[in-house]
């Protein structure tokens, strides 16, 4: 991977995160209808299950939201337009860390719960991106913990 200046394309690549937010909940909501006269085609007069049918949507399409605007170029806001440029490790740490055990009888009932320390290697990454639209670039931070590695 090289360090290089990304270039400016020419053309707009990527959506605006406003186009994919309303082309999500436009198809959510029509999906959520066709899928209410399928399941309940005696009850399509009943208020209740469509309300909750709505609000089942509406909570996805705000995961959705929440799940694309986190890809999206700080500065244009597109998604799906961030490129990976390169990955650099930071640091690698051995340490410690408490996990929960449980042990469960035949029939899958936990019959013992209790703490554990586990050796963990965390190793801490910086992620480069460049924008393929308006050719910005930043980086993001991020830990990754292995609970199994040779010494």
């Given at each position: 991977?090289?360090?290089?200046e990304?270039?400016k394309?020419?053309?707009?690549?990527?959506?605006?995160?406003?186009?994919?937010?309303?082309l999500?909940?436009?198809?959510g909501?029509f999906?959520?209808?066709l899928l209410?006269?399928?399941?309940f085609?005696?009850?399509?007069?009943d208020?209740?299950?469509?309300l909750?049918?709505?609000?089942?949507?509406?909570?996805?399409?705000?995961?959705i939201?929440?799940s694309?605007?986190?890809?999206?170029?700080?500065?244009?806001?597109?998604v799906?337009?961030?490129?990976?440029?390169w990955?650099?490790?930071?640091?690698?740490r051995?340490?410690?860390?408490?996990?929960?055990?449980?042990?469960?009888?035949r029939?899958g009932?936990?019959?013992?719960?209790?703490n554990?320390q586990?050796?963990?290697?965390?190793i801490?990454?910086?992620?480069?991106?460049?924008?393929n639209?308006?050719?910005?670039?930043w980086s993001?931070?991020?830990?990754?913990?292995y609970?199994?590695?040779?010494?």
């Open positions: 991977m090289s360090d290089q990304p270039q394309p020419e053309s707009n690549s990527g959506f605006d995160v406003g186009t994919i937010l309303f999500e909940l436009i198809t909501a999906i959520g209808i209410y006269f399928y399941l085609p005696s009850q399509v007069k208020q209740t299950c469509m909750l049918l709505v609000l089942g949507y509406a909570g996805f399409v705000f995961w939201m929440a694309t605007h986190e890809k999206a170029c700080p500065v244009c806001n597109r799906f337009a961030r490129e990976l440029v990955t650099q490790e930071l640091d690698r051995k340490g410690y860390k408490t996990v929960e055990r449980e042990e469960k009888n029939n009932d936990v019959v013992r719960r209790w554990e586990v050796r963990v290697l965390t801490s990454y910086e992620d480069r991106y460049a924008c639209n308006c050719g910005e670039r993001v931070k991020r830990q990754r913990e609970d199994s590695f040779d010494e």
